[in-house]
């Protein structure tokens, strides 16, 4: 690659061409405080104007995330008139700003507070209230809260959306000092198109797109002594739970957060694994049949909410591609309110099912109204890993020195199978165990199905397998790459069996509702802790070898795609389209 | 006509429908060609509701929170209709201490809207504006594209009645 030679404060650099001086400056360690620029995903919209620079030659100030370095370029980025203009740009942002840092959701992790430490900044002199925007909360969604009171117009919540996602509900509208981000039409976020994803949250610098909180519903059910409060946790959560408390990045922190989850009076601690593994056997089972019988292929995955009401509004010409069962998510709650209070003699209108996940289209996919096959909601509440960090902390609960402690029977057993779930490809690879096992009654000569890991936007991959020959599969996570899957599909080009596709680039170790910061540096250390725990942690790696999923076929569900599992662990789809509905407000 | 039409043809005629699905087919193929049909579209119809934009999005194979975010930042284009005569009451300074925050009284109570508002007639469109550089004629309304200077409240009625 060809480079140009230029000078960032009296130090000889050297940056590819066509590099921002906000990147050469990175590369050598200087630093230059942003609010807008998120490079990952190619979004400078140079907006937020606080990286400002000077450049000899140039009149005025220079926002450095924009403009390109060239040959012999003398940049300035600390002297009196750049921090003087930074602090002022910081000044002018608090200014209509609602100072309400002490209860804001991202107290600690808000980047203007960051910002507003690095430039040194020591008073705002405008008061807020004077000038504060005044713009009602968003919480229509059950996922996601706007408050766009506290937007700093960076814009990256509409890059992610559009350039990652594909889904483009939210748009910068209106001009001039009343620009808002808004979904069209200034519709609330629940009547747009929002899959409910929350990518939107994890590129958000500050309060203004947050989850929706249920920590205070979960308090209370623990504190009824009348309900028996049992949890599930995802995967994704003990791969990433811990940087809640200041651990690295990739720290695999299982024991603790059961231990944490006991202090804080959960009853039962059981595991999403053990019906991700659970997931493996039925979907495994509708694949084979499906081949076997001429049905709909390519099957799709469908564990992942976001995908789905994806699917639903993008691609309801092809639902039946989806396989019909649940979410490790759904499956766990239905079976919660039959199969385990049956067993403890727990009266199920006295359970209460807590999940915790890294996902905050989980909290829709828990109240779609079709989630009630036990009787009852098969799911009651649905935190995130940031929502549990914050409730252990009001617990009072010393996470990062706890012991480790174990899973409660019968549904806390898991294999490595279960445990890869949360990471892009980890669903294949765990279905591909079990299935080559199912039909050739061996196990994979290797069962690392090292093609289909990794951050890799579209992965394929064929596999013998035995009697079936050659299955070729195709993995995809965030959903743009997900549409160059689904648009060969509707050509009739995709000549796979069988497709995994997660919503959340990385795969649900940077779900919605995973830790703040995530990018791709820590994406791939959240991933390698799963596979640590499938490789190194857990003894059994495929899904037909979980032994309380044996007992549980066994003592109740009989078979795969049995009559009680399509009752309780298959489900239907809706067909959403994309249009709006059309409201008549004037 | 089509089923998908029932909502355009709650607000206009089948002609005007065609017209905008014309508009939207001539731009179709070619990238950029959204500001041009909402020019256009802006010009058939006279306003953009949200049953154009919805039929301009899936038209040009765009999210209709872009078609949202043009609209909304280009003040030629209007969500609500326009009227045939758009009078502007300058409120600059000039205007402004010799007498237009009464004009802009006087017009608001006439017509029964407010500034920015159309008259339930579509005849009268209201704007303010913050000057027009004719300070020396203060105060100013302009209709359409005449200036009317020195414009007391008494008199705003019979300005207006030279527009029908």
Known sequence: MSTVKLTIDNRQVEAPIGATILEAARGVGIKIPTLCAWTEINHTPGACRVCMTEVEGQRGLIAACVFPVNEGMIVHTNTEKVRQARKMVVELLLANHPQECNYCVRNGSCELQKVAEFVGLKEVRFDYTQFSRNELIDNSSPSIVRDSRKCIECHRCVSVCEQIQTVSVLTPAHRGSKVKVVPAFDLPLIESNCITCGQCILVCPVGALYEKDDVDLVWKALNDPTKHVIVQEAPAIRAALGEEFGMPPGSLVTGKMITALRRLGFDKVFDTNFTADLTIIEEGNELLKRVKEGGTLPMITSCSPGWIKFCEHFYPDLLDHLSTCKSPQQMFGALAKTYYAELSGIDPKDIVSVSIMPCTAKKFEAQRPEMNSSGFRDVDYVLTTRELGRMIKEGGVDFVNLPDEDYDAPMGEYTGAGTIFGATGGVMEAALRTVYAVVTGKDLPSLDVTPVRGLEGVKEATVKVGALGDVKIAVAHGLGNARKIMDKIREGKADYAFIEIMCCPGGCISGGGEPIPTNNEIRVLRSAALYRDDGNVQKKRQSHENESVKKLYDKFLKEPLGHKSHKLLHTKYVKRGTELPHRNDG | ?164
């Open chain 2, 1 to 164: 006509m089509k089923a998908e039409d029932t909502e355009l043809l709650k607000e206009f005629t089948k002609e005007q429908v065609a017209k905008l699905n014309s508009i939207i087919e001539k731009f179709k193929s070619k990238p950029g060609g959204l500001i041009p049909v909402l020019e256009e579209a802006q010009v058939a119809l006279e306003y953009i509701p949200i049953s154009v934009q919805k039929r301009i999005a899936t038209g040009l194979n765009l999210p209709l929170s872009r078609v949202y975010g043009v609209v909304t930042f280009y003040s030629f284009f209007t969500m609500t209709p326009r009227g045939k005569h758009t009078v502007r009451v300058c409120l600059g300074t000039a205007c402004y201490v010799r007498g237009g925050k009464a004009l802009t009284d006087t017009l608001e109570k006439q017509f029964g809207i407010k500034q920015g508002e159309t008259t339930p007639d579509r005849m009268f469109t209201l704007e303010s504006v913050r000057c027009l550089g004719a300070c020396g004629l203060g105060p100013v309304i302009v209709v359409d594209e005449d200036v009317h200077g020195r414009i007391k409240p008494g008199k705003v009625k019979e300005v207006l009645s030279q527009y029908n």
